[in-house]
Nanobody
């Protein structure tokens, strides 16, 4: 399974960005798709997750500002980020669980300037 993430960049506080991640390879049996992030000198944290059944969960810090969605036909997961804050600055990673085995994307940098 290969994951290709895109959409990171530099944005001013209050702005929006959309991240996308496409899964390819042996992707039959996706259990869930998720976005994590890691800020400098901080542990990686879960941002949002969507299960195969469509259940969605968000970290409290992003709830009401971020929206995760999935295109099953294209095996993609997206993260629409709005009202961005400087503390959202991090490398964002997509993660996919396929037949209970996890895979990570390469990460895409999001920088929010104040």
């Amino acid at each position: 399974v290969q994951l290709q993430a895109s959409g990171g960049g530099l944005v001013q506080a209050g702005g929006s960005l959309r991240l996308s991640c496409e899964a390819s390879g042996s992707v039959d049996g996706i259990n869930l798709m998720a976005w994590h992030r890691q800020a400098p000198e901080r542990p990686r944290e879960l941002v949002a997750v969507i299960t195969a059944a469509g259940s969605i969960s968000y970290a409290g810090s992003v709830k009401a500002r971020f929206t995760i969605s999935r295109d099953k036909a294209k095996n993609t997961v997206s993260l629409q980020m709005s009202s961005l804050k400087p503390e959202d600055t991090a490398v964002y990673y997509c993660r996919v669980l396929v037949n209970m085995q996890g895979y990570w994307g390469q990460g895409t940098l999001v920088t929010v300037s104040s």
